[in-house]
């Protein structure tokens, strides 16, 4: 792979013995992976596409033969696959570039890593929202596009795989490079309007889950593997704050000891508001507690406090971009 320098890789008391390689390093839960696993002295090579270089390696998932080169020069013991397209608005107008990612990247990399420990990301929004909790065994019944190339996606990695382990989780928010990369974050807008007014969705209940708690749960998945081969299979976690979005913009209002008075919410769904979304799609997440793996949820105002300060109107407390 031109331009990256791994291919010269020697094993060195300098250079940590387990190597991790992570899809979507440049997104959202990637850049939060990658942290969390060099913090916790693994060798990690993260890959990326149109914003990878020049932290990242830059690779095609579409490209077979460039996936399949990653993998044998770097020969990771595990891969967190966090590249995707999760917005559900987008899967369904650019669906045939959504499913190759969603679906075809991920076959693809589950067959080239044999013998590798592969997490797959997936989504709460398998299940039609109508009877939760859901457990990892309750039947998936996706309502719109995103969900179901994401479940494609698991039955494919499975399929071509069968050491996956699948890591199913809610709507995720963090430290964001723009707002409007989490649905959560984006809030920030709507909440800094001050005396206008303007609606905010409070049908959908969501658990919003924190990008740095789900990184934890990937590490302590990987470091369990390596010790237990039998770890395998579909696993769930989530926050445990049940919140609407207009819940979500007052919580961090108040997080920011901002005004609120200006939300409205809006409680029923407007004509054309986009995919459509389950009601209320919450996790059961038993498997991961019984087997020790489970996280602490942060709170979501202690967290949403630490994604959203840098993009304070106050210029004294604006970080440039820190990512």
Request: with cysteine; hydrophobic share 35%.
């Amino acid at each position: 792979m031109p331009g990256f320098p791994y291919g010269d890789y020697e094993e060195s008391v300098d250079v940590p013995f387990r190597r991790v390689l992570v899809t979507g390093a440049t997104g959202l839960l990637g850049r939060a992976v990658c942290k969390e696993f060099q913090n916790n002295h693994w060798h990690v090579l993260g890959s990326g596409y149109s914003r990878a270089q020049p932290r990242f390696l830059k690779c095609n998932l579409m490209d077979e033969d460039a996936v399949r080169e990653v993998i044998h020069e770097f020969q990771p013991h595990v891969i967190v696959h966090c590249a995707a397209e999760r917005r559900p608005d987008v899967v369904e107008r650019h669906t045939e570039a959504a499913m190759n990612l969603n679906i075809h990247a991920s076959a693809t990399l589950a067959k080239e890593s044999a013998g590798i420990f592969l997490i797959y990301i997936s989504t709460d929004y398998v299940f039609d929202g109508r009877n939760p909790p859901y457990g990892e065994n309750d039947a998936p019944n996706p309502l719109n596009l995103y969900g179901k190339s994401k479940l494609e996606g698991e039955r494919e990695v499975l399929s071509h795989n069968p050491g996956v382990a699948v890591l199913r989780v809610p709507v995720l928010y963090g430290e964001v490079e723009r707002v409007d990369e989490s649905a959560v974050t984006v809030l920030w807008d709507r909440v800094q309007q001050g005396g206008e007014s303007c609606t905010v969705d409070h049908c959908q209940q969501r658990f919003p889950t924190y990008v740095n708690d789900v990184a934890r749960v990937c590490r302590l998945m990987a470091e369990r593997r390596l010790q237990d081969p039998s770890l395998r299979g579909i696993f769930h976690y989530s926050g445990n704050e049940q919140m609407t979005k207009y819940e979500m913009a007052c919580a961090i209002a108040d997080a920011f000891n901002l005004p609120s008075s200006h939300l409205i919410p809006l409680t029923e769904q407007p004509a054309g508001a986009g995919a459509q979304r389950p009601h209320n799609a919450q996790l059961e997440c038993s498997r991961l507690e019984s087997l020790g793996l489970g996280v602490e949820p942060t709170p979501f105002k202690v967290a949403v406090r630490d994604s959203l300060w840098p993009f304070l109107y106050d210029k004294r407390w604006r970080q440039t971009v820190f990512h």
